[in-house]
């Protein structure tokens, strides 16, 4: 732990019933902006936002600090969001 802190298919209708929407760019931005809240509010005392961290290890730092952290699911969730979207 070095750093502590740390072909899309043609949209036919019917085609793929399951298949998820992509959210609007208003709850995005607001997904990004709670996840820097929360960031700030648990992580930033400590960690600066990293930099230099691939999505998959970020997503293991979060993971390890939602312990440490006593972080809920909904802050990793929107913590990750704002770190590696």
Do not use: W
């Amino acid at each position: 732990m070095s750093a502590c802190l740390f072909a899309a298919a043609p949209k036919q209708p019917g085609l793929l019933a399951n298949t998820v929407q992509p959210e609007d760019k208003s709850r995005q931005t607001s997904a990004s902006d709670d996840g820097e809240k929360r960031f700030e509010a648990n992580c930033g005392r400590c960690h600066n936002a990293p930099e230099s961290l691939s999505p998959r290890e970020t997503r293991a730092v979060v993971r390890h600090m939602r312990v440490r952290a006593r972080l809920t699911a909904e802050d990793e969730k929107l913590i990750l969001q704002y770190l590696a979207p």
